[in-house]
T-cell receptor, first 113, second 112 residues
Framework: DAEITQSPRHKITETGRQVTLACHQT?????MFWYRQDLGHGLRLIHY???????NKGEVSDGYSVSRSNTEDLPLTLESAASSQTSVYFC????????????FGPGTRLTVT | GEDVEQSLFLSVREGDSSVINCTYT??????LYWYKQEPGAGLQLLTY?????DMKQDQRLTVLLNKKDKHLSLRIADTQTGDSAIYFC????????????FGQGTTLQVKP
């Protein structure tokens, strides 16, 4: 069955370190998204991609980057982790023109100490 | 502007109906969604409604959309303890393919 996976599921890192969170989907979806979930804020969009080599900034993109070298993967990199980036991160994918089909990964809980 | 508002908490007794409300501000929204998040889990798409519809029913779930008031509601009939979770409403704008704007989430507590 098609799915969307994230790794690691839990990560503890120190301030200033570079961290990469992986997202992999097997639906062959063009659209992929990264959100962060914080209490009182719901989910906020970090970065998104509409296809290979395409990346775009969301509303909370400072301190994060993404790259899209193939259809299946959209890794999220924290260049220099900060305590304010302690959060739960969700990856999602959808098909172009079918916004009623949105699938989310299980999430990565990141703690920056 | 883009903003989605929800009340933060709702408590009901098992067997009662639950109604979770949401307001949005962008009249150009095309699809509106309800997601369920159980503790420690990801988001599960419960249902969605297209903006030209007023109502959608799916088993125990009924979605009502009032476009004039920009109000969306999710009614869960015969609420069960397994329905305890956080419920998020979200919208997607026609100009932002697939980008979801989420509310803060409503925690539904179902008491036995």
């Amino acid at each position: 069955d098609a799915e969307i996976t994230q790794s690691p599921r839990h990560k503890i890192t120190e301030t200033g370190r570079q961290v990469t969170l992986a997202c992999h989907q097997t639906w062959n979806h063009n659209n992929m998204f990264w959100y962060r979930q914080d209490l009182g804020h719901g989910l906020r969009l970090i970065h998104y991609s509409y296809g290979v080599q395409d990346t775009n900034k969301g509303e909370v993109s400072d301190g994060y980057s993404v790259s899209r070298s193939n259809t299946e993967d959209l890794p999220l990199t924290l260049e220099s982790a900060a305590s304010s980036q302690t959060s739960v991160y969700f990856c999602a994918s959808s098909e172009q023109g079918r916004p009623y089909e949105q699938y989310f990964g299980p999430g990565t809980r990141l703690t920056v100490t | 502007g883009e903003d989605v508002e929800q009340s933060l908490f709702l408590s009901v007794r098992e067997g009662d109906s639950s109604v979770i409300n949401c307001t949005y501000t962008d009249s150009s929204s095309t699809y509106l969604y309800w997601y369920k998040q159980e503790p420690g889990a990801g988001l599960q798409l419960l249902t969605y409604i297209f903006s030209n519809m007023d109502m959608k029913q799916d088993q125990r779930l009924t979605v009502l959309l009032n476009k004039k008031d920009k109000h969306l509601s999710l009614r869960i009939a015969d609420t069960q303890t397994g329905d305890s979770a956080i419920y998020f409403c979200a919208e997607v704008l026609v100009s932002n393919t697939g980008k979801l704007i989420f509310g803060q989430g409503t925690t539904l507590q179902v008491k036995p």
